[in-house]
């Protein structure tokens, strides 16, 4: 507070628009509804809400940087940005550990002391950071006991955002002269944006970066929002899964009209993938705090902060 105290009083005048929804400025200065919608859609990509749901701070922040600065891609991919973190954590002397699963996190009186992997292996600790989302850490990696429970109560009801269908094709490149990376696909326009299935992201990386795909092939990846409810393996599985991913297929075909004929390579993940592979309860995205809820957060914070 004695260093950012002025800064943060000085914030005081705009606290109902940091706390606020991208919806609200938009009812105060956007009239047309072309614009509203794609504004909606801007704020379902970054938050998976529509602009009402959103906090404003983190789309002007998006804006912001988008006017003075360029869209850049890394080379090598984002596992480019993973391999320079690595190397500056090894230059530390820590060390990074994959394939090592955290079964739990070991809490002796009330304090934790470190981690349980699997294959019994225990990691001390004095501090653990757990990454999981809160719902499998306070399900998964600790035991109620561990958490006073009116605040693992609460931080259960946290609403979640729902999760994903995906594409990942290999395709031959012939032909393909002059295509672009990315490209959003709104299926149906007079339909909801976040119904699932109707908004298909897509991205080729290899466009930009040739070393991401074999010679002659781009890679693809798309996807679009899915509900959790009612996926399980039954018999109906494959089949719900190929049905499913048909209005991916479809929005790439506004893209690559000939996409079916050019796979190489074909697998369709669903949010059971999802929720499998990153170990994400429901496969979600991740928390939906709503606008609203984030500014009484603010104010309690504000407040706490003053006493
Ligand atoms: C479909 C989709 C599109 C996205 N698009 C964008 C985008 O365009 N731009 C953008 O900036 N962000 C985007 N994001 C968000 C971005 O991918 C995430 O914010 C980012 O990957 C989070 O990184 P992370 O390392 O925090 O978590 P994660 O990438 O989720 O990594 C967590 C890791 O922890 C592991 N783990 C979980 N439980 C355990 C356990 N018990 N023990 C050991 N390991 C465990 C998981 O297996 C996983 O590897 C997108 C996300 C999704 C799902």
Redesign the pocket.
């Known amino acids: 507070m004695g260093k950012y105290g002025r800064a943060l009083l000085k914030l005081l005048p705009s606290l109902a628009d940091i706390g606020g929804s991208v919806g609200q400025i938009m009812d105060r200065w956007v009239q047309d509804p072309w614009v509203g919608r794609l504004i909606d859609l801007e704020c379902f ?1 970054l938050s998976g809400l529509k602009a009402g749901g959103t906090v404003a701070p983190e789309v002007a922040f998006m804006f912001g940087e988008r006017s003075h600065s360029v869209i850049e891609y890394p080379v090598g991919g984002s596992g480019a940005i993973v391999d320079a973190l690595v190397r500056g954590l090894e230059r530390w002397g820590d060390q990074l550990r994959l394939n ?4 739990k996190i070991l809490i002796e009186s009330g304090k934790v002391v470190g981690v349980l992997l699997r294959g019994d292996e225990v990691i001390t600790a004095p501090t653990v950071i757990s ?2 989302t809160v719902w ?1 850490t306070y399900t ?2 600790l035991e109620p006991e561990d958490l006073p429970h009116h605040y693992r109560q609460a931080a259960l009801a946290t609403p979640v955002v729902e999760s ?1 269908m ?1 594409l990942h094709l290999g395709i031959r490149s012939d032909g393909l002269q002059g295509l672009t990376e990315h490209h959003v696909v709104v299926l149906d326009g007079g339909v909801d944006i976040s119904s699932p299935g109707n908004t298909c ?1 897509i991205s080729i990386p290899s466009v930009w970066d040739a070393h991401l795909a074999p010679s002659g092939h781009h890679v693809v990846h798309a ?1 679009t929002l899915e509900s959790f409810l009612g996926w399980h393996k039954d018999e109906s599985y494959s089949q719900r899964k190929r049905e499913k991913a048909e209005s991916l297929f479809q929005a790439l075909e506004r893209v690559i009209p000939d996409v079916r004929q050019r796979i190489t390579l074909e697998l369709i993940g669903t949010l059971l993938t ?1 929720a499998r ?4 309860f429901q496969g979600t ?2 928390p939906a705090i709503a606008a609203r809820a984030v500014f009484l957060g603010l104010i309690l914070l504000f407040l706490v902060c003053i006493e």
């Open positions: 990509f090592a699963r955290v079964e990454n999981a499998d998964k990696l994903f995906h992201m996807y999802h592979f990153l170990r994400r995205y991740g």
